[in-house]
T-cell receptor, first 113, second 115 residues
């Protein structure tokens, strides 16, 4: 399976602290994406980093990508209660002309007030 | 909101019955996807479509079929539902930007229970 692994599976921190989630994958990728899912809702795209990029920022989000280690990390700075959600990494692959995303199992983040 | 709706939003059915889930988009995007989400497995791709009448299998396609007779609708059919198909089903679309694989936009999901 190409499925990625996310670490940790669950993370609980205090509001204002930084949250770091990690993602590892097995095969070469075109890009890696992070999504957020609030309870009972669909996934929302957060940020995309291409295979030739090493770091990307978007607001309080910082994503890094190390293709030599086949790993990525998502950092959320100055966390807020509204950041409580599950976070998924997804690797984008080309396969015979098809374009597919392979999702990790997710990290459940809880921000305590 | 990428203009994606799914119907029904909730369904309870019995083993052996056929079930069809509908995904509807309003923005004429070329690519559409069906995923299922189960605890401990994240999202897994069932089938996808890259145009009208153009579909292909994903990672967990056994027991599922799809059809896309017009751009805006992508149907997922469980020919004979089994309890292992109890899951939350998500539809997603992707804009066509050529060779680059860009982000997908997800619908609200359909919670299916097979008794």
């Amino acid at each position: 399976s190409q499925q990625g692994e996310e670490d940790p599976q669950a993370l609980s921190i205090q509001e204002g602290e930084n949250a770091t989630m990690n993602c590892s994958y097995k095969t070469s990728i075109n890009n890696l994406q992070w999504y957020r899912q609030n309870s009972g809702r669909g996934l929302v795209h957060l940020i995309l980093i291409r295979s030739n990029e090493r770091e990307k920022h978007s607001g309080r989000l910082r994503v890094t990508l190390d293709t030599s280690k086949k790993s990525s990390s998502l950092l959320i700075t100055a966390s807020r209660a509204a950041d409580t959600a599950s976070y998924f990494c997804a690797t984008a692959h080309s396969q015979g002309g098809a374009q597919k995303l392979v999702f990790g199992q997710g990290t459940r983040l809880t921000i305590n007030p | 909101d990428a203009g994606i709706t799914q119907s029904p939003r909730h369904k309870v059915t019995e083993t052996g019955t056929p079930v069809t889930l509908r995904c509807h988009q309003t923005e004429n995007h070329r690519y559409m996807y069906w995923y299922r989400q189960d605890p401990g497995h994240g999202l897994r791709l069932i089938h996808y479509s890259y145009g009208v009448k153009d579909t292909d299998k994903g990672e967990v396609s056994d027991g599922y079929s799809v059809s896309r007779s017009k751009t805006e609708d992508f149907l997922l059919t469980l020919e004979s539902a089994t309890s292992s198909q109890t899951s939350v089903y998500f539809c997603a679309i992707r804009e066509d930007r050529g060779l680059f694989i860009d982000e997908q936009f997800f619908g609200p999901g359909t919670r299916l229970t097979v008794l």
